[in-house]
């Protein structure tokens, strides 16, 4: 008889933590662990362009964007070619 109401006891305990848990953690839970800022507000995100107007300079800053970054790989491809042109006439 002792040994059921041990039993009990452990049935009782393995089924309570895990209920405790998720209800102290599962309560409330915006509140205690929201961090403020954490997220951006509606000025800082992104905005989809609606008008004609804003779609054709989004689209015109976007290419001008990826020209710099073709001319920044142009200078560093013709960098890394007088590089290998000095090595090889130095040797």
Known sequence: MVKF??????????????IGIMYYFGTNIEERFSVPG??????????????RDEIRAEY??????QRIKQAEQREREAALQAQAQ???NSH
């Open 5 to 18: 109401g041990l039993e009990l006891f452990k049935f009782g305990t393995y089924l309570s933590f895990p």
């Open 38 to 51: 954490f997220w951006p507000s509606a000025e800082q995100s992104n905005t989809i362009p609606k008008d």
């Open 60 to 65: 015109e800053r976007i290419v001008a964007r």
């Open 86 to 88: 000095h090595d090889d």
